[in-house]
């Protein structure tokens, strides 16, 4: 058992290990009110071609308590900061390409995200890539479910101090993936009466699974600004609902494997 943490400024672990999941625990980032917040993630001026430097990002808390109508403006300084750290490191030949088709030629974080996704999903040769991309794009797209993708996006960088940028999250960071490839599954979930949604949202479990090692049920309910830490051989079930503790709204979910201690601390002391 691990005591849980007073709510401090400096983060700390809190919770218990998951009983319905021997192999996961959560932990959480305590704050005591929005004055006392996760750090910040503050771009460079090269991040973002003609922006001041210095200037902020919102942090995985004001994502999490934005209206819809405040969704877009947030998710467009994420982007923007990713796309300029697309840019600063488009000189080497072999990356200017993957970053030309991921993020240059793309307009929005939702549009980026669901191409991103869609291409490993559609690796299997068998799923069209095209057609799921826009697919992804509708969903993600939503206010509510934009909110919770920008958010995780965020409490990754926040959180993990082996997260440099937020481009590097997008891309690689298969823990990120999996669960957003999981919040379209759980969209598609819902849709009760629709088979072809349904069967949609199991094929993206199925090939999460294969291509992340997260097997998340679609029917499952995650709170935003969660991070999937060494996202392999992580299991969640149907019935299952995680959210934050109250006034911690990051929430980080790791695996322990046999190469670290069963229990291990969720965020740095």
Request: proline share 8%; aromatic share 4%.
């Given at each position: 058992?691990?005591?849980?943490?007073?709510?401090?400024?400096?983060p700390?672990?809190?919770?218990?290990?998951?009983?319905?999941?021997?192999?996961?625990?959560?932990?959480?980032?305590?704050?005591?009110?929005?004055?006392?917040?996760?750090p910040?993630v503050?771009?460079?001026a090269?991040?973002?071609?003609?922006?001041?430097q210095?200037?902020?990002?919102?942090?995985?808390a004001?994502?999490?308590?934005?209206?819809?109508?405040?969704?877009?403006?947030?998710?467009?300084?994420?982007?923007t900061?990713?796309?300029?750290?697309?840019?600063?490191a488009s000189?080497?030949?072999?990356?200017?390409p993957?970053?030309?088709?991921?993020?240059?030629?793309?307009?929005?974080?939702?549009?980026?995200?669901a191409?991103v996704?869609?291409r490993?999903?559609?690796?299997?040769?068998?799923?069209p890539c095209?057609?799921?991309?826009?697919?992804?794009?509708?969903?993600?797209?939503?206010?509510?479910?934009?909110?919770l993708?920008?958010s995780?996006?965020?409490?990754?960088v926040?959180a993990?101090p082996a997260?440099?940028?937020?481009?590097?999250?997008?891309?690689?960071?298969?823990?990120f993936?999996?669960l957003?490839a999981?919040?379209a599954a759980?969209q598609?979930?819902?849709?009760?009466?629709?088979?072809?949604?349904?069967?949609?949202a199991?094929?993206?479990?199925?090939?999460?699974?294969?291509?992340f090692?997260?097997d998340?049920?679609?029917?499952?309910?995650i709170?935003?600004?969660?991070?999937?830490?060494?996202?392999?051989?992580?299991?969640?079930?149907?019935?299952d609902?995680?959210?934050?503790?109250?006034?911690?709204?990051c929430?980080r979910?790791?695996?322990?494997?046999l190469?670290?201690?069963?229990?291990?601390?969720?965020?740095?002391?």
């Amino acid at each position: 058992m691990l005591p849980h943490a007073a709510p401090v400024a400096a983060p700390r672990l809190g919770g218990n290990p998951a009983a319905l999941f021997p192999a996961l625990f959560l932990g959480v980032q305590c704050t005591s009110s929005f004055t006392r917040r996760l750090p910040r993630v503050r771009m460079s001026a090269n991040d973002i071609d003609g922006a001041a430097q210095g200037s902020e990002l919102p942090t995985a808390a004001q994502l999490c308590s934005a209206a819809d109508e405040e969704v877009a403006g947030l998710t467009d300084l994420v982007w923007t900061a990713i796309c300029g750290q697309a840019a600063a490191a488009s000189s080497s030949p072999v990356l200017a390409p993957l970053f030309q088709t991921t993020i240059s030629s793309q307009s929005t974080l939702p549009k980026a995200l669901a191409g991103v996704l869609a291409r490993k999903i559609a690796s299997d040769g068998l799923t069209p890539c095209d057609p799921l991309a826009d697919e992804l794009t509708c969903i993600f797209g939503e206010p509510a479910v934009c909110k919770l993708i920008t958010s995780d996006l965020v409490a990754v960088v926040e959180a993990d101090p082996a997260a440099p940028e937020l481009l590097t999250v997008l891309l690689h960071f298969k823990g990120f993936l999996a669960l957003q490839a999981h919040r379209a599954a759980h969209q598609l979930w819902a849709r009760e009466n629709d088979a072809a949604a349904r069967q949609l949202a199991l094929l993206l479990q199925g090939r999460a699974s294969e291509l992340f090692g997260v097997d998340i049920h679609p029917g499952a309910s995650i709170g935003g600004a969660t991070f999937i830490d060494h996202a392999s051989g992580i299991v969640i079930g149907e019935q299952d609902a995680m959210r934050p503790k109250p006034r911690a709204p990051c929430m980080r979910i790791a695996h322990s494997s046999l190469r670290e201690p069963a229990l291990r601390r969720a965020l740095p002391p």
